[in-house]
T-cell receptor
Framework: DQQVKQNSPSLSVQEGRISILNCDYT??????FLWYKKYPAEGPTFLIS?????DKNEDGRFTVFLNKSAKHLSLHIVPSQPGDSAVYFC??????????????FGQGTRLTINP | DGGITQSPKYLFRKEGQNVTLSCEQN?????MYWYRQDPGQGLRLIYY???????QKGDIAEGYSVSREKKESFPLTVTSAQKNPTAFYLC????????????FGPGTRLTVL
């Protein structure tokens, strides 16, 4: 049962253009969403997050949009740069369970920025 | 420099052997987590610990064991009971158990021959 889905395994974008990565979720109890970036053979690094009380959060070139009715969020990267080439994971949190916040991750989308 | 260290980066073991993966953090974080990543899949939670001497099973705990004797350390043992142990293992920590943001270590790639 995949509660968080990233339906595009890969995405290729030209440098300078906008990259849009999508994520869908099924559990309406999720109230916090995060995006992580991962390079090969390294651990994921936190990129940006959004609470369910908001529909948009912006940080420099990165903007996350949340559509609660559609259970959909997206990450926009503008303008895309070669260093953005990585795997991006969407993650969702549904509150405290047994004393900890458990994150549920999507499968990841490999973003390639072409010069 | 604060951070999470995992060692070794690459590990090879023969089938049937237990192996322990190290995870240390000097961030003074309360909660620690172990994830497994397989090709084309997201991170799946193996075990987590919100406080010293306490830990909980995640979604795929079978064949794994952990301990949390110190706040800084959360080693993971992959036992011979784990049917498909070859994977990339990631350790993470967070400030408080209720924190949403988790910080990850560099990972250990385990290959069972």
């Amino acid at each position: 049962d995949q509660q968080v889905k990233q339906n595009s395994p890969s995405l290729s974008v030209q440098e300078g253009r906008i990259s849009i990565l999508n994520c869908d979720y099924t559990n309406s109890m999720f109230d916090y969403f995060l995006w992580y970036k991962k390079y090969p053979a390294e651990g994921p690094t936190f990129l940006i997050s959004i609470s369910s009380i908001k529909d948009k959060n912006e940080d420099g070139r990165f903007t996350v949009f949340l559509n609660k009715s559609a259970k959909h969020l997206s990450l926009h990267i503008v303008p895309s740069q070669p260093g953005d080439s990585a795997v991006y994971f969407c993650a969702a949190s549904g509150g405290v369970i047994q004393g900890a916040q458990k994150l549920v991750f999507g499968q990841g989308t490999r973003l390639t920025i072409n010069p | 420099d604060g951070g999470i260290t995992q060692s070794p980066k690459y590990l090879f073991r023969k089938e049937g052997q237990n192996v322990t993966l190290s995870c240390e953090q000097n961030l003074n974080h309360d909660a620690m987590y172990w994830y497994r990543q397989d090709p084309g899949q997201g991170l799946r939670l193996i075990y987590y610990s919100q406080i010293v001497n306490d830990f909980q099973k995640g979604d795929i705990a079978e064949g794994y064991s952990v301990s949390r004797e110190k706040k800084e350390s959360f080693p993971l043992t992959v036992t011979s009971a784990q049917k498909n142990p070859t994977a990339f293992y990631l350790c993470a920590s967070s400030i408080l158990a209720e924190s949403n943001e988790q910080f990850f270590g560099p990972g250990t790639r385990l290959t069972v021959l």
